[in-house]
């Protein structure tokens, strides 16, 4: 195994030989593209400050975006709305109105592309007025048993109105198994839940909440009483553990790139379906260094995505999506 009998270089010299051992692929069939969805009328997309070439999208809008990720072999989208300040309260309770934005869109999507795979976001940040995943107690901390009941309701919501896959990205303890139960009691077998199962308390949050409003609800808060510290990984692996064991049909790392090893540990420990999760603060910070030349965008997007890939990722969500699979397919 020693040089200068072995040479390592000889296979990297020509492309077709480094295209024979190359050890893992990323594909269109690889992403998830996130959107944001605002009420309104007509084709309107608006544009968000912090997260450049992303839009905040008009169900008409999304339905155009719609076309455009079947046409480049995207195999699903995921929804996330951006809900009026009027609509915004204590209990949440637009969540679970089956005429609102998400169950809409829902339907509206899963009608135009059945073929789209329709995943929807479960958590209670678009809708209360303190920008938190759950309700409040009396002292002001979320309390987990009450936001239970919730999400089940938004889960329940979603799943009649058509939804493929719903995501709880609440990290509430047992939500999983109490909406499985209850898809179960409801005879709604065939909905997948994503259990974001390892989200952190990551500061890359922060343009998502810009684009979905929640930025100025949230103040001076956090929420870490409830996603995890970036500093744990046992922790991850207990949490993948129980959200499987309720019913997971496929787990969740985010964010992404940061987190590689967690994602890594996680596909070997349990050898589920394990998505990971490009976020915002992510895609904004490559976006800005390639807005300054310091490199291309799309060459940079794609050695990211293939590391999650790499480290284990079976899918990735990413906003960078269309732009990845036409770069693919170059
Ligand atoms: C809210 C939610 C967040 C993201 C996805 N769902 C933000 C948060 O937890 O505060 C972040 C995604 C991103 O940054 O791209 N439940």
Redesign the pocket.
């Known amino acids: 195994m020693s040089f200068p009998r072995t040479r390592l270089r000889r296979m990297r010299k020509d492309q077709f030989s480094r295209q024979l051992m190359q050890e893992t692929v990323l594909l269109p069939k690889h992403l998830i593209y996130p959107v944001f969805l605002m009420p309104g009328e007509g084709s309107i997309k608006e544009a968000i400050a912090t997260l450049p070439g992303v839009f905040r999208h008009t169900l008409d809008s999304l339905l155009q975006e719609a076309a455009e990720v079947c046409a480049l072999g995207i195999p699903a989208i995921a929804l996330f709305p951006v809900i009026p300040a009027t609509q915004k309260s204590l209990s949440a309770i637009e969540s679970y109105n089956a005429q609102g934005l998400v169950p809409c869109a829902i339907a509206a999507l899963k009608a135009a592309y059945p073929i789209l795979g329709v995943i929807t ?1 479960i ?1 209670l ?1 678009p809708y209360t007025t303190h920008g938190q ?1 759950g309700l409040l107690d009396a002292h002001g901390q979320v309390c987990n048993d009450k936001t239970l009941e919730v999400l089940v309701l938004q889960a329940l919501c979603h799943a009649r109105a058509g939804a493929d896959m719903v995501a709880p ?2 990290m509430m303890d047992g939500r999983i198994g109490r909406i499985r139960d209850a898809f179960e009691t409801a005879g709604l077998i065939h909905t997948r839940i994503l259990a974001y199962s390892a989200k952190y308390a990551s500061t ?2 922060g ?3 810009d684009a979905v409003g929640s930025t100025a609800c949230l103040g001076a808060a956090d ?1 870490k009483t409830y ?1 995890m510290d970036p500093a744990n990984v046992q922790e991850a692996l207990r949490e993948v553990a129980q959200d499987l064991e309720e019913g997971a049909d496929a787990v969740m790392v985010k964010p992404g790139l940061p987190y590689l090893d967690v994602l890594y540990r996680v596909k070997s420990t349990f050898q589920a379906p394990t998505f990971a ?1 490009q ?3 992510e895609y904004a910070m490559l976006h800005l260094a390639a807005a300054q030349g310091i490199f291309n965008i799309d060459a940079a997007m794609y050695e990211a995505v293939l590391s999650m890939r790499r480290a284990g990722a079976d899918a990735v969500f990413t906003y960078h999506a269309k732009a990845l699979a036409a770069y693919i397919q170059r």
């Open positions: 976001d958590a940040d995943d990205s609440d890359l949050y343009p998502f909440r929420k996603q999760y976020v915002s603060g």
